[in-house]
T-cell receptor, first 114, second 113 residues
């Protein structure tokens, strides 16, 4: 069974630009969560989608948004990029939401903002 | 809300020696606890999880952890480490009814040959 895939793996953007990251969950998984990982803040929860609905959102500004498609694939968008948005963005999928189902993580997208 | 404290940011240990990585959590509700490992330039891999039942949980690669409710701890142990265990380890908690994992800051384990 294929794992969680994230594209692109690496990305370099300039301040003020916007970026879209993509995540394809494991086949059959309907929940997708996004996390931001930085050396200073560690791993922080961004949001979770289940059945195309955002179920929960972390403490991030409105510049961070996401969506989920009917095939469970998810995208996250960051508008008006800031230097502090440089991070590894991790996507995780699980069979369902709201219960302690195991989350499977992708390899991440490393975003560098210059 | 939940929080996780990993008491050591870095742990060096000689190959074949035992290791313990410490994790304490705080929560006002019952919790589910997890340990993840992250190798360089990779995502996170689940080592083990505590959902309920036996407080001693065994995971992959010879790791185990013990849930101690009175001390709100979930320490990770391995009796004999290998060079390939060099990685960063994250403790995470999920409160009952919560949608999200809350992670600790991580512990970098360095195995010295």
């Amino acid at each position: 069974k294929a794992g969680v895939t994230q594209t692109p793996r690496y990305l370099i953007k300039t301040r003020g630009q916007q970026v879209t990251l993509s995540c394809s969950p494991i086949s059959g998984h309907r929940s997708v969560s996004w996390y931001q990982q930085t050396p200073g803040q560690g791993l922080q929860f961004l949001f979770e989608y289940f059945s195309e609905t955002q179920r929960n959102k972390g403490n991030f500004p409105g510049r961070f948004s996401g969506r989920q498609f009917s095939n469970s694939r998810s995208e996250m968008n960051v508008s008006t990029l800031e230097l502090g948005d440089s991070a590894l963005y991790l996507c995780a999928s699980s069979i369902a939401s709201g219960q302690p189902y195991e989350q499977y993580f992708g390899p991440g997208t490393r975003l560098t903002v210059t | 809300a939940q929080s996780v404290t990993q008491l050591d940011s870095q742990v060096p240990v000689f190959e074949e020696a035992p290791v313990e990585l410490r994790c304490n959590y705080s929560s006002s509700v019952s919790v589910y606890l997890f340990w993840y490992v992250q190798y360089p330039n990779q995502g996170l891999q689940l080592l083990l999880k505590y959902l309920s039942g036996s407080t001693l949980v065994k995971g992959i690669n010879g790791f185990e952890a013990e849930f101690n409710k009175s001390q709100t701890s979930f320490h990770l142990r391995k009796p004999s480490v290998h060079i390939s265990d060099t990685a960063e380890y994250f403790c995470a908690v999920k409160g009952a009814g919560s949608y999200q994992l809350t992670f600790g800051k991580g512990t970098k384990l360095s195995v010295i040959p």
